[in-house]
Nanobody
């Protein structure tokens, strides 16, 4: 059984940085992609960044391009999200999720295509 555990959230001032980690354990052979999503109060969950496990392709949604970077650490079996130049509108609960489905294009950012989720970690950007 696949398990995902997020860590690294917290309170940061605007312009600051945070690094989120998603520890992946269990049956990982069939995982096609792992993504980071976020959900702010009163808003729908949205895709932020995704990495294709087999090919290594990385995708970032427009609102975080140039500020966030998703990466994979094979030694630790983690998928990380480095977040720089944080803004108050980045405040949300951040989740990592995995899919075994063969997806592409905008589906990478669609939470409905992801089957396994972590518990989430709160990120608050405020002065």
């Amino acid at each position: 059984q696949l398990q995902l555990v997020e860590s690294g959230g917290g309170l940061v001032q605007p312009g600051g940085s945070l690094r989120l980690s998603c520890k992946v354990s269990g049956f990982t052979t069939d995982v096609y992609a792992i993504g980071w999503f976020r959900q702010a109060p009163g808003k729908e969950r949205e895709g932020v960044a995704t990495i294709n496990i087999g090919e290594g392709y990385r995708f970032h949604t427009d609102s975080v391009k140039g500020r966030f970077a998703i990466s994979r650490d094979n030694a630790d079996n983690t998928v990380n999200l480095l977040m720089n130049s944080l803004k108050p509108e980045d405040t949300a609960v951040y989740y990592c999720a995995a899919t075994t489905l063969i997806i592409g294009g905008p589906d990478y950012y669609d939470p409905h295509f992801y089957e396994t989720w972590g518990q989430g970690t709160q990120v608050t950007v405020s002065s």
